[in-house]
């Protein structure tokens, strides 16, 4: 059986409650090859005291060094931050496939520009565990995004 | 005695220094505020076997969380990849001096239309050990660059 994009969006939405539940930033995110999770990481700033490790960088990590990044697809709850735009250009990821970007819209126009498919899926659980959070630590959240 | 790029550029090289001697990608970074180095790093790709860990990556985690970037510096052996870039533009580092861009271009103009100073040393040292490295190494400088 196929797995769908929301199907994969769940798992990302899991690892995004790992943090939440660890009091971390709530975004998650895998890493997909031919149907298969290669990795999934989430936002580990705050239990790590590690800057770089938004949750597409903390999956990228755990994916490991791969021959090629042509062949994947990243999901990820959240649109994704400058730093992790340019993580998926430089390692030529060719499909982003986004949980929510109405608690912060991203640079969704710079990986359409150079080429890469973003499918925003607009999820309410998505919309809703990171729009709590942000609420209830809006220090956490500007810090995240350098703000 | 206040201490120039040229200076700075030199503590980057010798983190450069450190990863070659591992058998890694001789590029190295710092980070500077004010005068003093808050964040010193080294690619560690190969060493670690984390596809995230450029050099200004290394850097950025091992400077940890800070309240802001906009008064810092970011000094770096070679131009940095999208991924460094975005990164850069991310923290809103306003300045960033390159050792050289003759192995690697990089995305100057990324950086500069953002509004980051730029300044690229062209400097030997840091030209010769790259060269070195990408002659000896093709394969790991290509998996380095997305390639």
């Known amino acids: 059986m196929t ?5 994969f969006m769940s798992e990302a939405y899991d690892e995004a409650r ?20 290669i990795g999934r990481g989430h936002n580990q700033r705050v239990q790590k005291g590690d800057p770089i490790l938004h949750g597409e960088m903390d999956c990228m990590r755990n994916a490991g060094r791969q021959k090629t990044y042509r062949d994947t697809v990243m999901y990820t709850t959240l649109s994704p931050c400058m730093m ?10 060719p499909r982003v496939v986004i949980g929510e970007s109405r608690n912060f819209a991203g640079f ?3 990986l359409t520009e150079a080429g890469v498919e973003v499918l925003d899926l607009d999820d309410p659980a998505c919309t809703k565990l990171m729009g709590g959070f942000i609420a209830a630590h809006p220090a956490l959240w500007n810090e995240d995004i350098g703000e």
Chains 1, 2 share one sequence.
Do not use: H, W
Not at 3 to 7: G, I, L, Q
Not at 18 to 28: E, R, T
Not at 84 to 93: A, K, N, S, V
């Open 108 to 110: 969704q126009n710079v």
């Open 84 to 93: 992790c735009t340019g993580t998926i250009l430089q390692f030529g990821i």
């Open 3 to 7: 797995r769908t994009d929301a199907d």
């Open 18 to 37: 790992k943090s939440f539940d660890a009091g971390g930033l709530p975004i998650g995110a895998i890493l997909v090859r031919g149907g298969e999770i």
